[in-house]
């Protein structure tokens, strides 16, 4: 069990990111232990074969250690919405003796895995060609998935921005996840690594994740900023998404694309989530939708680079009209 201690400023500087790197990282679990992460079964099996040849070893055995895994691989993003190479950059400025104590730490009382030697003996060589292998691992296993990967987590983050402007921190931490409580200015983060941390000025990061499931971590250790990686909401539809179906009367009405539009957008969703669902191109997907907001049936707002959809309350009285017509004729 992890105990973090607020204190007046440390609650005001509570803040959201969202970090691809962490999710290329800790997906290699998954990879390891296909049975204790079934909700990730569809990845898991369209992402094995497309790594043939791929020797993922190094990232394994970072991922092994008993208790602690080592923070350089996934540094705590800066800022809201960070790219993964920017990632790659600044684990790569990581200094050679923060690479060494971090493995080190994760590995005290330990065999140190024949693998991770060279990182003690050589970290700066070290890093670079674990930098090379993630780059090639994220092109064949995540980039093809990040767009709604990262719409999910975006999702996430508004749902939570929501909760902290409807009922201060203390509905946030108390509707986060099952393992943290929130109780006299004190977070405890439940699981089998012991500690305290003392939030200050450092404020705390909070990370919504798709492969962190079904557990929460924390991150503790300077010189990195304290850190909570929560599982995000909805992460068992990712894989498969339920099909749209639109009301024929809709339809008829507006159109079956800009129907099946109006029935998807029941939460918010970007340009790239929803031409891959309805499989259309971006960019007829941002035709109907100009329309749509020109109607007034759906509003759309910037998050970070993203712009997420959602109907409009005139949207919704005229999807639920129409499923309710539906309903009373059957």
């Known amino acids: 069990m992890i105990e973090a201690r607020f204190d007046t400023e440390a609650l005001t500087r509570v803040r959201f990111a969202i970090s691809p790197m962490f999710e290329m990282t800790r997906s290699v679990r998954a990879l390891k232990d296909p049975a204790g992460s079934a909700l990730h079964l569809p990845w898991i099996e369209q992402t094995l074969p497309r790594l043939d040849g791929l020797d993922l070893t190094p990232l394994l055995a970072l991922q092994s250690a008993p208790e602690y895994h080592p923070d350089f691989v996934h540094p705590p993003p800066s800022s809201p919405v960070v790219e993964f190479e920017d990632e790659l950059e600044t684990m790569l400025e990581t200094p050679d003796e923060q690479v060494v104590a971090e493995i080190r730490y994760a590995y005290e009382g330990e ?18 060609d674990l930098a090379a292998l993630m780059r090639e691992y994220w092109e064949r296993a995540h980039a093809d998935h990040w767009a709604r990967m990262r719409s999910l987590l975006e999702h996430d983050v508004l749902y939570r921005s929501r909760q902290i402007a409807d009922g201060g ?25 012991e500690g305290q941390m003392d939030l200050d000025q450092r404020g705390l990061l909070l990370m919504p ?21 929560y599982p995000a909401r909805g992460v068992g539809m990712l894989w498969s998404p339920d099909e749209c179906t639109a009301p024929e009367a809709l339809e008829r009405l507006v159109g079956r694309t800009r129907a099946a539009l109006l029935s998807a957008l ?21 035709q109907h939708l100009a329309v749509l907001r020109d109607a007034g049936l759906v509003s759309g707002r910037r998050v970070a680079r993203s712009v997420l959809y959602l109907r409009s309350e005139q949207g919704d009285a005229l999807v639920d009209g129409s499923t309710s017509r539906e309903t009373a004729v059957a």
Do not use: M
Not at 170 to 192: E, M, N
């Open 169 to 193: 921190t203390a509905r946030l931490f108390c509707d986060l996840d099952p393992g943290v409580r929130w109780s006299d200015g004190v977070l405890t983060i439940g699981g089998s690594c």
């Open 111 to 128: 065999q140190l895995p024949e693998v991770l030697e060279r990182f003690i003996e050589n970290p700066r060589r070290a890093i670079e």
């Open 266 to 286: 029941d939460s918010p969703r970007s340009t790239t989530e929803l031409a891959g669902e309805l499989g259309l191109t971006a960019g007829a997907i941002s």
């Open 209 to 229: 994740s798709v492969f962190v499931w079904p557990k929460v971590t924390a991150l503790t250790l300077e010189p990195w900023q304290p850190t909570v990686v």
